[in-house]
């Protein structure tokens, strides 16, 4: 079992003297890494491609049954990123979301409510990637940024989960499994520390699968007392595929109401 408290390298980032980000570590050795090394090279995923096609589908089980999302994602190096969000059932062309960015404006569409938003992207929080701060107050910034909190950017940014979810619990690297069509590395967490309280149990556990090439988050699995609740699984990766010319553009309806 792999102690994970003192993996604080989140926002540690290398930064060569010609500015040019570039992953620390290149690759994985033959054998399994420890948890630290594995979070490290997990870090820099998003380094490691220049365009990203993704597709991950989520199932989650409450108390009203089962709900089924899926995730497309398109990005481009740097700042060019796109997330379809649909919801398969009836009236599928109403359960549909769109986030768009192209590094400077965000633009977001929800066609169940024929609401949008446009605005400028958020802009960093200043002092938190000082030299002189402790790794754990240091943020990571990410090369092209992502919806906050969703899939997406757990998957390709994971560096944030590491640190502040998996790293505060017990961890260890269990061995090696196939996600779409892609040899991970397995690792298991118990009794994470969690700000959302319905998890907060002894007997909540994560099990994720981690690309061994790109270190790319591939399936998260969430437990409760053996119970899978929530099973999050990439079902296409494509690193560095060809996108389409209008791969970034987005008409709103024109009865779409703006939010701002």
Not at 24 to 36: C, F, N
Not at 70 to 95: I, N, W
Not at 215 to 233: F, H, K, P, Y
Request: charged share 25%.
């Amino acid at each position: 079992m792999s102690p994970t408290g003192a993996w604080d390298r989140a926002g540690l980032v290398p930064v060569p003297a010609d500015g040019a980000r570039a992953p620390e570590l290149a690759g994985l050795g033959e054998e399994l890494p420890t948890v630290a090394e594995l979070f490290t090279f997990m870090r820099d995923a998003e380094l490691r491609f220049e365009t990203l096609r993704m597709r991950i589908e989520e199932r989650s089980w409450t108390t009203r049954g089962e709900d089924v999302a899926l995730y497309d994602v398109m990005l481009r190096h740097p700042g060019s990123a796109k997330v379809l969000t649909t919801r398969p059932g009836e009236g599928l062309k109403d359960r549909y979301e769109v986030w768009l960015s192209d590094g400077t404006t965000v633009q977001e569409y929800v066609a169940s409510r024929r609401v949008g938003t446009r605005r400028p992207v958020r802009p960093v929080v200043r002092g938190t990637n000082g030299r002189d701060l402790p790794g754990r107050s240091r943020v990571y910034q990410s090369l092209t940024a992502l919806p906050m909190e969703s899939l997406a950017e757990l998957f390709v940014h994971p560096a944030g989960y590491c640190q502040n979810v998996l790293g505060t619990g017990s961890c260890r690297v269990t061995g090696t499994t196939e996600v779409a069509g892609r040899e991970a590395i397995v690792v298991e967490c118990d009794h994470p520390r969690t700000i959302e309280l319905v998890a907060d149990r002894p007997d909540f556990s994560i099990r994720i699968a981690v690309d061994r090439l790109d270190g790319v988050i591939l399936r998260l699995e969430e437990s409760m007392g053996g119970q899978v609740t929530r099973d999050a699984a990439v079902t296409t990766y494509q690193p560095n595929a060809a996108l389409p010319p209008n791969a970034f553009e987005f008409r709103f309806p024109s009865d779409t109401t703006f939010i701002y």
